[in-house]
Structures are given as C-alpha cells and as structure tokens.
RNA sequence: GGCGAGGUAGCUCAGUUGGUUAGAGCGCAUGAUUCAUAAUCAUGAGGUCGGCGGUUCAAACCCGCCUCUCGCUACCA
C-alpha cells in the first residue's frame, strides 16, 4: 500500500439556494468529520476543506422570483450553511465559497492554463437567444410543450410531466420565461473539455487501479467509461458565475461544474500557502466526501481537468454515499421536506451529538435509508442513554459514592479483569480498521462496544455487593472502569466531539490522543468531577411535535408552493359543446405489461364497451377500479399507445404533488350519462 | 429503452477468495439484578438470504431469466 504523508479531505460544496438538511449532514460531512477528526488524533497531518458553490442558473431563478440580486441569495445561505456547519462541529479548516476573489482569480487561471494548453475544443451551436432580455437563455429558462407527452409547462432540459429528457429545440412553441417571448436561435461559442481524451487514462486509473472503491462509485463510473465520453461543454451563455477569461469570452462563465470542484482548490489556497504541497504531492493522499449525485464529476470530469492541466494529483478514493429519506418520502428542498440544521439545533439545543449518532447509525452506505424520529428517539433512549451515558454514569456516581470521587488504585487483576482490559485494544483496531476502509456505520458500533463491555463488566464483578465484605477488590473494579471510562472519552471523539468533551469534563482530564487509547492514563489519587447526565431521554411529545410540524410544514407548503395554473384563452360555447364528456363504469382493468404508468381499461360508456389506455398506474390498482364511475371524453379521436387503440381520455384531476384522482359523479348515475 | 447499485430476522445492516448449525445492533419474550436516566446483564424465539432455473461434491456468494426499489443516462426519440 502507498505511504502517504498528509491528507486533504474535501466535501460536496453545498448549493447556496437553500439550507442544509439532515441529508447533507449524513451523507457528506458527518463521515468526513469524523474522518479528519480520527486522523488529526493520530497526529496526521490532515485538512478539511468545504465552501458553498454559489454559481448556476438556480440561482440566478430565485434571485429573480425572490426580486433581489444573486449575491444577495447566495450571502444569505452561505451565512445559514456556514454557520449550520460549525454549530453540529464539523470540523472544516477553511469554509470558503466560490464567488470571492480567490476563487474567481483560480478558476480563471486554470481557465486560461488549458486554453493555452489547447486543452479544449471550440464548438459554435445554435441556442435559444431572447432579444427583449439581450440574453442567451439556459435551458431551465425555456419553457413549451413537449414533444413526446405534449403538456405544456416543460423545461428546455427536462420534461416533468412525463419525465423525458430534452433538447430546448425539441420544444413546442418555446417560450422564454423571462419576457414570455418566443426566443430565436442565435449562434454561439462555447469551450468543450474532450473527456473522450482522457477515456483510456481513466480507465485505467479507475477500473484497474481503484478497484477498492465502492461499488456504487466504481459500478457508475465503469457506467460511463463502458457507454464512451463525449466532449462536454465547460462555458455557459449566463452573467453569474466566473466569467470565460479569453477572447470571445464576454457576456459567459464557467460552467458551475467546472467552476465548483477548483472550489476546493481556492478554499485550500485561502487556508494556507503552502496549499500546493497538498494538491501536487505525489505523498499527498485526496479524499473527496461526496452524495451519489456528484459521482460522475468527481470521478470522471473533475480528475479529467486535473490530468488536463497536468500538474495535480487525482483523488484516492471518493466515497459517496446514497441518498437519506425522510419520514418514508425523498428529502426535497422545494417541497420543504427536509429536518433542516438551523432549525434542529434552535429546537434540540445542545443535542448536536444526538443527531450526529443517528445519523452515522443509520448512514445510507450502502443503500439510500430512512430517517424517522421514532428511530432518532430510539437510539437516543436506548443506546446513547442507557448503553453510552447509564455506563459513564454508574462509574462516577459509584466512584464517588465508595472514595470521594478520587481514582482508586487497582490492587492485583484477576483473569477477568485481564480479559476485559485486553478488549480495548482489540476494540480500538476494529475502529480503525473501520474509519480507514470509511466504514463508519461499523466504527460507531464497535465504539459503542467499549461502553457494553463496561457494563458488562460491572454486571459481573457486581461492586455494590463486594463493597460490604472485600474494599480493596472494588478499588480495583472502579479503577478498571475509570479506565475505561477515559478510553470511551478517546475513543468518541470522532463521532460524538461535544460529548466526548463534556465526558472529559466529568472525569476533569485534557483531551489524549488516538495512541492514548488502551494505556492506563487516568492517575492514581485524580479527583474526579461531579457527574451530570451525558445524554437525556427524549420523551414521545417531543418527537410527536417534530411529526406534526413536518407533516404541516409540508400541506401548507404543497397549498403554498404550487401557483394554480393560470387560466386558458376563452373559448366559445359551440367549442365546449364539440366535446362529448360521458360518465362511463369501469368494467375492466390490467396493467400493461412493461409500462410503468399504462393501464389497459374497458369502459362501459352506455354507448358501447371500449378500450382505453389510461396513464394511471402509479396511482391506481387495476383491482381496485374496477366498477368504479369516470369521467370520460369519448368523441377524442383514438390512439395507439403501446400497440393498444386508445378510445377515449379518462379525465382525471391532478394534485400540486401530481396525485391524479378520477373526477366522478357523487352518486351513481346511468352509463352514458352526458356530463355538461 | 440502455446502464449501475440494492433486495439477507419485525426494523437497520454485516456476511471476507463459494465450504459445517447464515451473523450483529435495536425491538420482542423469559430469567437475573438494583450502583445507574425502570437504565443493566444473561438466555431465547424469529430467516425457503426477492422469485425461478443452471454450474458445482458444495451457492446468500458464480451464471441465466424474471421481479421490486433507488439512481444515472446521449446534440436517442
């Protein structure tokens, strides 16, 4: 294995267009904490480096909608971020962001290095310009029908109706959402990183060389690497970003996912001047902390500019985790569907470490997993309370209830209490072994080992009995649990730094280094501090209002969020009345095989038995319908989807969160029944 | 559509190069115990390892097909 000499441990730069949540913190910068804070214990020369990325087209959309200025949206969640970050302990050596001058000057240069490399390719395409805005527009900008489930509303990259995605020329009568003007096509220039040129390093680099990786990030990245690379563009027609350094660069920037990872490089040059040594040695160990979504630009583009430019190293691993749910549903910042940082530490004050626990107890290493409060609530009261905190506790007040809170000498060990010693060795190696393969979900339970084996201990040996008959046998019990006591208060560090300290604190003893653990270190004769609670039982109100708060928060902001579609052109009465809307029952129902959302249906219309395929699927149990009464448009001129013909359109409303229900009679009427 | 990851005890997850009775934590049951925030300790119940088929003396693990979940996906439509 390669010697290293020192670390740089990089994290996701959170998007500055919201807080953080719950889901940032599990997957990124809690095992990233608890990685550097390990290492620096080993008296490693390590640095942690974060910053918010704070350029892109969603930004420039709130700024717009919110009627401020970009910087003022990314001020405002930087500070929030920022300020989260620090509060939970995230241990960051510098926390920087991408629009200072730092890092407009590094961006830029390295920029200009490849260009003068001739690193990039120069490619002229026709893109939707708005002459009223004197803009190009991004894609997001463009909204029109699509071409392929024809509903309006769709994006110029995506549509979310039936979740295809686009080309904005694809579009149906584009119309450019600033001005609400149709956008011509107007050429223009842009620089393209040929990745295709770095496939065969790549492939090597990854597929052979890094086989160690996740599977979830080596399987992704054999993804790309297997279906061939393209060239990709790095410049964007926008004014909010790093703007393009070279001739024919005015009125572009950066593409963000250019401009963010040399992020990390800017905020390591703001740190220390000696950043170079940590980004060109060949001794120089990279670890990017990631999310799933960032894998491809962190294992593919991102190493692809590096090698581009020639003089940096690549990463050595990029663990990414998976995605945290919530509560059963995707965490999801327009749906205000998150447990967000700022907000948690003003409800659960001083229980930083609580969720630092859950968290890493439940990280989605390997899976995506599910956050709920009622399993917050159960790992507080039954791990952190009564394994972690009921152990410390009993050490203490026993110590203090025997001698006066000063640490007894041990007298001579029996083998039980070797065995027990000898255990914390053996604990500390899983640990390790653990924390540098970034298992942390396993770290934390060996961990979590030491404080059983104290009780376990204290179960066996039993004090309070010897205590009647045999003083000098408990001196060496109480000895034996201080030590492991001291240990634990080592040993936490990484993942619980607040309790860990506080634990430092009962004992009145400095923090000790990694090495320390295993060592008898606690003297003879140390007085002892009076014990308070390490950790506090959360009660089941305290976790019902985090419910309810979470599942109002999200009704009224589906009622809030979701603008009512506006109004269409009026038609005139002799339009309405072409259409021929009947209620219709039911009478048959299967899934299409190989179709996510289709439904085959047959529909007593009264006027006849017919086919209709109906995009329901999702929301609906063929089972479940049948018999039912519909809505159903039948003069609609049939279709073939899916080699079935299509005759007629049931009529369904749609909720804000794109829940379809029936619209239907509210009591039984006649098949063939006009509806009017 | 193509591709990737995942589907193991009620819940959350381990299972090394295929090798005996498939493990852990939480939850549950029973017992012990009272120093401790009714916390702790011991014991136990609970699994056709997503489904079907194949390779093998031997499959949770290798191969094929199917299925469910999550994700990625092209100047493809």
Known sequence: MKKFNRTLVTTALPYANGPV???HLAGVYVPADIYVRYLRMKGEDVLLIGGSDEHGVPITIKAQKEGITPQDVVDKYHNIIKDSFEKFGISFDVYSRTSNKVHHETASEFFKTLHEKGEFVEKTSEQYYDAEANQFLADRYITGTCPHCKSEGA???QCESCGTSLNATDLIDPRSSITGNKPELKETKHWYLPLDKYEPYLKQWILEEHKEWKPNVYGQCKSWLDNGLHPRAVTRDLNWGVPVPVDGGEGKVLYVWFDAPIGYISATKEHTPDWEKYWKAEDSKMVHFIGKDNIVFHCIIFPSMLKAEGSYILPENVPSNEFLNLEGDKI????NWAVWLHEYLEEFP????????VLTANAPETKDNDFTWKDYQARNN????AILGNFVNRALVLTHKYFDGKVPAAGELNDFDKETLAEIPTIKAQVEKNLETYHFREALKEAMNLARLGNKYLADTEPWKVIKTDEERVKTIMNICLQISTNLSTLMEPFLPFSANKLREFLNIEPLAWENIGENVIEVGHQINKASLLFEKIEDATIQAQVDKLLATKAANEAANKPVTPA???????????MDVRVGTITEAE????TKKLLKLTVDTGIDQRTVVSGIAEHYKPEEIIGKQVSILVNLEPKKLKGIESQGMILMAEDADGKLSFVSPDQAVKPGSEIR
């Open 21 to 23: 949540h719950i889901g």
């Open 568 to 578: 269409k052109e009026n038609i005139n009465f002799d339009d309405f009345m072409k």
């Open 382 to 385: 039954n791990e952190l309370v």
């Open 332 to 335: 999801s910042t327009s749906r």
């Open 155 to 157: 994006y110029g990259d």
């Open 350 to 357: 001083e229980k930083q470490d609580v969720l630092r626990y």
């Open 591 to 594: 899934k299409i095989a190989k």
